[in-house]
């Protein structure tokens, strides 16, 4: 019995925390795992409401996650002009936490020869990039951000894989940027940055 309450607990636990998700797609797989675990919990103890109800949760879940892989969103990046612009400023200053947390020194006044970008998701500012101009053929990154509700890796597989041509045809062959933040180095080298030996906490993205 003591096995099926642990079963019990950890469908339960899934559930809660799903509900605490911010990004719709971890909702979503969390929710499915904890609702198939409490389903066979429920199953274990012939307890068959609880099973039934939240097989049929499972499969819901199953339904939008299905949903949300095969739908084609629809990229664009759109240049901001300058840096005073106040839509760039309301974005910065809403999220500016958030943009702590994986860029603790990212700061507009610090930056030199600076280009922005918001990235659109189906014409929704879903992101921001930012970089500066080091020469003619090379660029620092300085912020490439997504907003919790789009933080599923497809703004910077744009990015970096669709936009390459952007890239490139203004020039630039080499990509560079830093980070000692884990959750932030994870996503760099999900997108094809590489750790530069050359320098701590540096990361390298050479365009082909």
């Given at each position: 019995m003591e096995l099926y309450t642990a079963i019990g607990y950890a469908g339960s636990i899934l559930v809660a925390v799903s509900l605490s998700m911010k990004n719709v797609l971890k909702l979503r797989w969390i929710n499915l795992f904890g609702a198939a675990t409490f389903s066979f919990y429920g199953l274990l103890l012939h307890a068959y409401p609880v099973f039934l109800l939240n097989g049929y949760i499972a499969i819901i879940d199953v339904f939008f996650l299905y949903g949300i892989y095969r739908k084609k969103d629809c990229f664009s990046l759109?240049?901001?002009?300058?840096?005073?612009?106040?839509?760039?400023?309301?974005?910065?200053?809403?999220?500016?936490?958030?943009?702590?947390?994986?860029?603790?020194?990212?700061?507009?006044?610090?930056?030199?020869?600076?280009?922005?970008?918001?990235v659109l998701r189906n014409l929704i500012p879903a992101g921001l990039f930012v970089y500066e101009e080091i020469s003619e053929s090379e660029i620092v990154v300085k912020l490439d951000y997504a907003i919790p509700d789009y933080r599923d890796y497809k703004n910077g597989k744009y990015v970096y894989s669709a936009q390459n041509n952007f890239l490139k045809k203004k020039g630039f062959k080499k990509l560079s940027t830093q980070s000692s933040v884990k959750a932030h180095v994870k996503y760099l080298l999900n997108v094809g940055y590489k750790k530069d030996d050359k320098g701590q906490n540096t990361f390298v993205k050479i365009l082909s």
């Open positions: 759109v240049p901001v002009l300058s840096d005073s612009h106040l839509y760039l400023k309301k974005f910065i200053d809403f999220y500016r936490d958030d943009i702590k947390k994986f860029v603790p020194e990212f700061s507009v006044e610090n930056l030199k020869n600076k280009k922005f970008f918001f």
